[in-house]
């Protein structure tokens, strides 16, 4: 029997100003050169981030900077857990030092912002842990969240490449959702939608994200959604 897909339709204690010390330099390339920013939060205890964490850079010698902005709804982290804020991209710049603007976050807890860079030229399948690896081209990335056993996805500013935390659902959500559609007479069923993304279970068992790509066609990922996958 065919299996059933989902017809589409539209639908980041106050730690003060955090410098980096010195310049990080990305990989040369004969390329545009492009460095991408991992943003992290290192939890020393159980801590609550509420608000925006802004994240700047500054091209050695001067010129070409920018910030990142990143907002944060009431996200829960545990004590020793590292959480994924999200990401951008730095073109152009082969030596920049980062830092962090915090006046708009309430940290209710305690812990340090961090940050990783990585190279961003090659055009390969991204390496962080998303589940749609393969597609470098879509703005909406899926991971698994190890804690609650449930789905992040958070949407890309196609331009920046920052990356914005727009769902968040937990292993009994998907379950239940997975469970009515699933059921006898049961229909493709919405688990959570934000702005332009939106998390289905569909009658056949799997899983499906709804977003764009940025030329505005729809960007459909099916995948498997049972318990520890």
Known sequence: MAMKRLIWFPSVLILGIIMMSGFLAAPAAAQEICSRVHVFFEASEATTLDGKLSVGYEQRGGGQYGFVDFWLDEEEIAAGETF???????????????????????VDGN???????????AAAPAEDGRLNRDDAASLAVIYLNTQTGGYDVYLVNSATGSGDLVIRVTRAEVDAARAAATAPGGVNTLIEASGTASLWALTSGECQRNAFYPDGKPDV????????P
């Open 111 to 121: 812990g340090k912002f961090s940050t990783q860079v990585t190279d961003c030229t």
């Open 84 to 106: 994924r804020i999200g990401a951008f991209n730095i073109s152009g710049i082969d030596s920049f030092r980062l830092f962090f603007k915090d006046g708009q976050i309430d």
């Open 221 to 228: 990922f099916i995948f498997a959604c049972t318990a520890n």
